[in-house]
């Protein structure tokens, strides 16, 4: 396992009081089921929100991406 694959896995395990194992386990599975909306546009496959989805602006993603600088190396 990936140092970097650790250090997400392991806060969660603990958190939940269960094994490492357990918990590759369960974020593999809920991994496999998540649902993205997309659809293929000329060959190429894109996200395909719901058309009541709020729209996020480009000033919202960097502002989001301004405050995760300093977290961002256990995540990334």
């Known amino acids: ?3 970097d694959a650790y ?5 969660y395990a603990k958190m ?3 094994s490492v194992g357990k918990a590759i386990s369960e974020l593999v599975v809920r991994g496999s089921q998540a649902r993205v909306p997309l659809k293929q546009v000329n060959g190429l496959v894109i996200f395909d929100p719901p058309a ?3 729209i996020v602006t480009n000033e919202q993603v960097k502002s989001l991406e301004d405050e995760r600088q300093p977290a961002a190396a256990c995540w990334m």
Request: proline letters at 14%; a neutral charge.
């Open 52 to 54: 009541d989805s709020p």
């Open 16 to 18: 939940r009081r269960i």
């Open 1 to 3: 396992m990936s140092d």
């Open 7 to 11: 250090a997400i896995v392991t806060p």
